[in-house]
Each structure stands twice: as structure tokens, then as C-alpha cells.
T-cell receptor, first 113, second 114 residues
Framework: KQEVTQIPAALSVPEGENLVLNCSFT??????LQWFRQDPGKGLTSLLL?????REQTSGRLNASLDKSSGRSTLYIAASQPGDSATYLC????????????FGKGITLSVRP | NAGVMQNPRHLVRRRGQEARLRCSPM?????VYWYRQLPEEGLKFMVY????????ESGMPKERFSAEFPKEGPSILRIQQVVRGDSAAYFC????????????FGPGTRLTVL
């Protein structure tokens, strides 16, 4: 059974800081891994998707890496801004392409002006 | 191409009433998933459906909860005799037949049970 862990549960940083959010998973035979953000009371916004054959993906100030052998993914946010404040979730399909997603509990990020 | 649509966005029910949550997947998507997010908790899988079939309901509570995805129309998550503990955000996601592992999420329905 896949388990996804995100530590710490919350993080507060000053604006402009580069930061890394960590995600670990127990079953390395993943199909892919996704990072989402969730704003308070809102839905989920997909940030980055890394296929199992890939090592990293980049979108703007965001970079996500995947190390299946160690069961880890990191989301790197460069030059953080107050608008980055949200909860960041990593998740992965439990089986193949069409299977339920296993979510981490998320990391609540607060970027102070 | 419209995204995944859910309605209502907010639903208030009194204890004992029924709640019906609707999800219209993205055009061309035949796989629907329901997830629940309880207050202060992460998202948890409930059920996975394809048209007219329940594929995986391992996350569904055994009583009061049911889901369907008919040949025509939206997927429905039905909660009978709601209790306060059912208050949560319910998210629906969809994916195409030939899945890439990406699920596209709707905005969610926030259920409040008084």
C-alpha cells in the first residue's frame, strides 16, 4: 500500500527566499508523481507532473525532481513571493495510469512580505 | 474544453437529510474519481467509476454513501442521512480512457451539515 508523507506540515519563510518542499513515498514503483497547490477554501491547481521515466520538471520558478530509488520528490520554489502562500500537495497513482491517487497531507507554506 | 464541473459548490444540509453531489467530467473523459477532504486532513480517495461501472470503492464508507456514473449525465455521489462528520470538501476528478496518470480536478463541493 502506497503511503505519501510530507514533512514539515507547515513552513513560514520571508519573501525572496529559495525553498525546498519534500515528499516521500513508500512504493518506488510509481507511475508518476504530481505536485498541486491548494489555496484556502479552494480547489486543486496542478503545478507539475513528473513521469516515472523523468528526473525533473520545470515551470517558471518551480522545479520538481523525482528520485524513485530513494522514494523522494522535491519541489523547489525560487525567489518565493507572498502569492506562493498555499498548501502544497504531492500525490501519485497507487497503481497504473487509471488508479486512485494517494495524497500527502500537504505542506502549508506562508511567505511573509 | 470546459474543465471538470461540480455542483453545487456549497451545500448545506441538516442532519438526517440527503446530499447529492454532481460531477461532470471533462469532455471525452470516461473515468471519474471522488475524493474527500475532511477539515484539517488530507485528501482521501473514495471511489473510482467508469461509465455504468464502479471500479474501486475501497475508500467509500460502508453505509449511507453511494456513487454512480450513468451512461448519460453526470456522476453522482449520494450521502443519505447525513451526519455532522460528513461535513467536508468533496472533490471530483476525471481522466481520459487512455490514461496518462493525470487526473483533472473540479473545484469541489463544500458540504456543511448543521
Amino acid at each position: 500500500k502506497q503511503e505519501v508523507t510530507q514533512i514539515p506540515a507547515a513552513l513560514s519563510v520571508p519573501e525572496g527566499e529559495n525553498l525546498v518542499l519534500n515528499c516521500s513515498f513508500t512504493d518506488s514503483a510509481i507511475y508518476n508523481l504530481q505536485w498541486f497547490r491548494q489555496d484556502p477554501g479552494k480547489g486543486l491547481t496542478s503545478l507539475l507532473l513528473i513521469q516515472s521515466s523523468q528526473r525533473e520538471q520545470t515551470s517558471g520558478r518551480l522545479n520538481a525532481s523525482l528520485d524513485k530509488s530513494s522514494g523522494r520528490s522535491t519541489l523547489y520554489i525560487a525567489a518565493s513571493q507572498p502569492g506562493d502562500s498555499a498548501t502544497y500537495l504531492c500525490l501519485t497513482p497507487s497503481g497504473g495510469a487509471n488508479s486512485k491517487l494517494t495524497f500527502g497531507k500537504g505542506i502549508t507554506l506562508s511567505v511573509r512580505p | 474544453n470546459a474543465g471538470v464541473m461540480q455542483n453545487p459548490r456549497h451545500l448545506v444540509r441538516r442532519r438526517g437529510q440527503e446530499a447529492r453531489l454532481r460531477c461532470s467530467p471533462m469532455k471525452g473523459h470516461s473515468h471519474v474519481y471522488w475524493y474527500r477532504q475532511l477539515p484539517e486532513e488530507g485528501l482521501k480517495f473514495m471511489v473510482y467509476l467508469q461509465k455504468e461501472n464502479i471500479i474501486d470503492e475501497s475508500g467509500m464508507p460502508k453505509e449511507r454513501f453511494s456513487a454512480e456514473f450513468p451512461k448519460e449525465g453526470p456522476s453522482i455521489l449520494r450521502i443519505q442521512q447525513v451526519v455532522r462528520g460528513d461535513s467536508a470538501a468533496y472533490f471530483c476528478a476525471s481522466s481520459p480512457e487512455r490514461g496518462t496518470g493525470t487526473q483533472y480536478f473540479g473545484p469541489g463541493t463544500r458540504l456543511t451539515v448543521l
